[in-house]
C-alpha cells in the first residue's frame, strides 16, 4: 500500500485479496454457517436449482464438506436466521431494518414508483385488513390460501399482472405487517411479522443505515462509494470506512478499515467455484474493475446465444476469477453433469486439480455422481 495525495492506494491484487477475505473465500475457511451469514449480512434466497439453490452454493462454497443443507432448514425453523424480500438474515440484525418499515414508502422525497405503490396499496386498504386477519386466525398460509378482495388490480409491465395478493404481502413485508416464515415447495409461508420478528429495540432509521453501510463494506472489504440503484442489496456503502484508490481502476473507493489492515499480510487462497448470485461477482462493474472478469448469467438468453451455459459457475483460484464450470444437476438419473469447463486462460495442473477436486466435492455435497469431461 503506497499514499497518494493522502488517500491510500491499493494494487488491485491487494484489493482482490481484500475482497476475497471479505467474502470468506481465503484458504481459512469458516465452520460456522451462524457466522458465515453474518459475516456476508445476508445471502439470497434464490430458487433456481440447475445445479442447486443459491444459499446452499453459496454456504458450501465457504463452509465446505461441514455444511449439509438440514443446517441452513434448522437455523431458519428455529428463526436464528429469518427471511426479509428475499435474503436470509441474521434475525437479530431486522432491528436495523424495522425504522424503515414503520416509514414505509419513506420520509422526504419519495420515488415517484414508490408513491404509486403506496396509493395503489392505500385503494385496497380493506384487502389489506382482510389478509391480516386471516393470517392472525389461521397463518401461516401462503398466498395461495388467502383471500383476494382487492377493488384496483395489480398492472405491471407483464411479470406481475393478476397477482394481486402476492404483491400487496410484498408490500406489506416492507411495511413489517408480515413476514415469511417457511415455504411449501416454492411457495413463500406467510404470518403476522410481530410472531416473527424479535423483540429487540428498534434502530433509529438514520443510525440503522449508517450501521447497515458499515456492515455491507465489511461484507465485501471494497466498494463504491456511490453506485448505480439494483434491486435487494445495494452495491455501494456511502461515506463509511477508509477512502481508498485502485491502481488502473478511476474513481475512489472505500475500504473496510480492519480489512485495511491486513493487505500486507500474506495471502493464502484455495480454489472456490461460486453461484452466479455471489456477492464476490454480483455487482458485475465492480467484478470486471478489481477481477478483469467477463462473466454474465445467461439463463433468461437464448441456448444458441450462450458462450457458457444456462447456470455457469465462476472459477476462483486464488485471488483471480479464472474461468467458468457448465455444469447441471440431473436428480432423477442421479448424476452432476459437467458440461464444460471454459478457461480464461489455460489453466495450470494447480488450477485443474483444484477445480476438479471441487466438483467432486460438490457432487458428494448433492448425493449425485460427477459426470466430469476427460482431463486434456
Not at 453506485?227 to 484508490?245: F, H, K, L, W
Request: aromatic share 6%; charged share 30%.
Amino acid at each position: 500500500m503506497s499514499p497518494a495525495a493522502d488517500v491510500p492506494v491499493l494494487t488491485r491484487e491487494q484489493a482482490r485479496r481484500t475482497a476475497v477475505r471479505a467474502q470468506l473465500l481465503d484458504a481459512d475457511r469458516p465452520t460456522d454457517l451462524l457466522d458465515v451469514v453474518r459475516r456476508l449480512t445476508l445471502v439470497q434466497h434464490d430458487q433456481t436449482a440447475a445445479v442447486a439453490p443459491h444459499a446452499d452454493l453459496l454456504l458450501w462454497s465457504r463452509l465446505g464438506p461441514a455444511y449439509s443443507h438440514d443446517q441452513l432448514e434448522q437455523a431458519l425453523a428455529e428463526q436464528s436466521l429469518v427471511e426479509v424480500a428475499g435474503m436470509l438474515r441474521p434475525a437479530e440484525d431486522l432491528a436495523l431494518f424495522r425504522a424503515a418499515m414503520a416509514e414505509w414508502p419513506g420520509r422526504g422525497e419519495v420515488p415517484g414508483w414508490r408513491r404509486s405503490v403506496a396509493e395503489w396499496v392505500e385503494a385496497n386498504a380493506a384487502c389489506r385488513l382482510d389478509l391480516l386477519e386471516r393470517l392472525r386466525g389461521d397463518g401461516p398460509l401462503t398466498s395461495r390460501q388467502l383471500p383476494d378482495s382487492c377493488v384496483v388490480p395489480w398492472r405491471s409491465s407483464g411479470w406481475n399482472d393478476d397477482r394481486n395478493v402476492v404483491r400487496l404481502l410484498d408490500v406489506m413485508e416492507a411495511r413489517g405487517e408480515v413476514a415469511v416464515v417457511g415455504r411449501e415447495g416454492r411457495d413463500k409461508l406467510w404470518d403476522l411479522a410481530e410472531r416473527v420478528h424479535p423483540d429487540d429495540e428498534v434502530v433509529p432509521a438514520e443510525e440503522a443505515r449508517a450501521r447497515r453501510a458499515e456492515r455491507r463494506l465489511a461484507a465485501l472489504g471494497l466498494a463504491r462509494e456511490r453506485a448505480a440503484q439494483t434491486p435487494g442489496e445495494p452495491d455501494d456503502v456511502g461515506p463509511t470506512g477508509v477512502e481508498v484508490r485502485v491502481e488502473g481502476v478511476r474513481g475512489r473507493w472505500r475500504a473496510d478499515p480492519a480489512l485495511l489492515a491486513r493487505v500486507d499480510e500474506p495471502f493464502a487462497g484455495r480454489t472456490a467455484l461460486l453461484s452466479p448470485l455471489d456477492r464476490l461477482v454480483m455487482d458485475r462493474k465492480r467484478m470486471r474493475e478489481l477481477f478483469e472478469f467477463d462473466y454474465q448469467l445467461e439463463m433468461y438468453k437464448p441456448a444458441a446465444r450462450r458462450r457458457w451455459g444456462y447456470f455457469a459457475l465462476p472459477v476462483l483460484h486464488g485471488d483471480r476469477l479464472v474461468g467458468k464450470v457448465d455444469a447441471t444437476s440431473d436428480r432423477v438419473a442421479g448424476v452432476l453433469h459437467v458440461d464444460a469447463v471454459h478457461e480464461d486462460e489455460p489453466f495450470d495442473a494447480a488450477t485443474r486439480d483444484g477445480v476438479r477436486a471441487e466438483l467432486e466435492d460438490l457432487a458428494r455435497f448433492l448425493h449425485l455422481e460427477p459426470v466430469l469431461p476427460d482431463p486434456a
